[in-house]
């Protein structure tokens, strides 16, 4: 084994680092704790690493000195007990090398059961320049807590944001003029209806919907089947593809439990919310509460689930690619999550598909494909306002494909903003 661990660090230093774009998220260097990774897969971890290395190679230091490795290599089979090949294997090729001065990067780490022993003994004896990445947010925030506590910093790499994604059809976000506006909306319709999975944002459509049919499944089998050893995986599969047709819905597990036992399944309530926490934990899905001021209530409250990338929601079903308000729902979701921002929804006698958070600012925002229908219209300034009024906020926003206005309406200030205004001008409480 540990002549195959060479063989891959010597690959990594001969051949060039793989082509990569910069993400807004920069890891930093040199802090003296370990840097953590958490994302879906495809995210773009493995490429927001290679960003990191061309950037000490950059400041000069030795591509010797940095050691890179892909825990997802078919052929690293290891055990917990093997991890000390790495360092031996390491050493062996560079003798010349300071340990204290060399960078690890650990890609996919989670892989091998018992892998934060083995960090946290590199870090305490031979380097604190550790970054590790891993596709489930619920392992790695486990270890983490225990045997790294205090001892990393923590960061999710979503999918590509707008802006990001305009960024990679090298365009400007600046939506003034009517040659940037008409090009900013032909990219944020491919950006609504495929996504942002970095790897398929300029192929094909058949290539894109295949991409991500891929993607999918292998989220399916590789980070639920086999990591949580699902007994039946025909249900699990049935289970996701509900929560995902939900979508804008509020979700109802005994709802789905019955939709499954009426197909002839048996399981049982307990065994769909371990699901639901597996399904969340690598990603597969985002669930939000429904706003409380009390924060136990509103963990304990009813759920709204969005799908982590709306490429998932058209490649699994295209049905979704012509239901334009679900599609735009989710991806305002997303977009408030990947900024950051603390995300519930409010629900009394009406709804508000959103209350954002930070710090102590609410803004209660509605999300509709067009409000030119009167009756649409009104409903969605119905739930809006009943926000405003319990949060005793003055501020509300409408989010919409491309319509645009300001009302104020019992004071309180409504702008009605296209989507891709929303997303580029920041979320700004």
Not at 143 to 155: C, D, V
Not at 254 to 259: A, E, F, G, M, Q
């Amino acid at each position: 084994m540990k002549e195959i661990i060479k063989d891959i660090i010597v690959n990594f230093q001969t051949n060039n680092l793989k082509k990569s774009y910069k993400r807004q998220l920069e890891l930093p260097v040199n802090t003296g704790i370990i840097v953590t990774v958490i994302g879906v897969r495809r995210s773009g971890k493995t490429f927001l690493l290679y960003e990191t290395i061309k950037n000490l190679l950059e400041k000069n230091v030795p591509k010797n000195q940095i050691l890179y490795l892909n825990f997802e290599d078919e052929r690293l089979n290891l055990q917990q007990s093997d991890l000390d090949l790495i360092l031996q294997a390491f050493m062996e090729l560079f003798p010349q090398n300071n340990l204290a001065e060399c960078y690890f990067f650990f890609d996919e780490i989670q892989n091998v059961t018992g892998w934060e022993k083995f960090v946290r003994r590199v870090f305490d004896t031979v380097s604190t320049n550790i970054f590790v990445t891993g596709s489930n947010s619920k392992l790695l925030s486990t270890e983490i807590a225990t045997e790294l506590r205090g001892r990393t910093i923590s960061y999710t790499l979503y999918p590509l944001n707008f802006q990001e994604f305009l960024s990679f059809h090298n365009v400007e976000p600046i939506y003034y003029g009517t040659k940037q506006k008409i090009e900013i909306i032909s990219l944020f319709d491919k950006f609504l209806q495929y996504g942002g999975f970095p790897e398929i944002y300029n192929l094909e459509i058949n290539l894109k919907i295949r991409k991500l049919q891929d993607y999918f499944n292998s989220i399916i089998y590789k980070d639920l089947i086999e990591r949580y050893n699902i007994s039946n995986p025909t249900i699990l599969k049935f289970f996701i593809k509900k929560i995902l047709e939900q979508v804008t819905k509020p979700l109802s597990v005994n709802k789905i439990h019955n939709d499954i036992k009426s197909i002839g399944y048996k399981i049982s309530n307990n065994v769909l919310y371990e699901y639901l926490d597996y399904i969340q934990a690598t990603f597969t899905a985002l669930v939000i509460n429904k706003f409380d001021f009390s924060e136990i209530k509103q963990i304990k409250s009813e759920k709204k689930a969005y799908s982590i990338d709306n490429g998932i929601l058209t490649a699994l079903d295209y049905s979704f690619s012509e239901n334009k308000g679900k599609l735009l729902e989710n991806l305002i979701a997303l977009e408030i999550l990947k900024q950051d921002k603390e995300i519930t929804y409010f629900k009394n006698n009406v709804e508000c598909d959103f209350i954002m958070k930070e710090k102590n600012n609410y803004l209660p925002v509605q999300v509709s494909y067009s409000i030119q229908n009167a009756e649409t219209k009104q409903r969605e300034l119905k739930g809006l306002i009943a926000a405003c009024v319990y949060l005793q906020t003055k501020k509300g926003i409408i989010v919409t494909y491309n319509e645009e206005a300001n009302e104020i309406i019992n004071e309180i200030n409504i702008s009605i903003i296209p989507a891709y205004k929303f997303i580029l001008n920041k979320l700004i409480l």
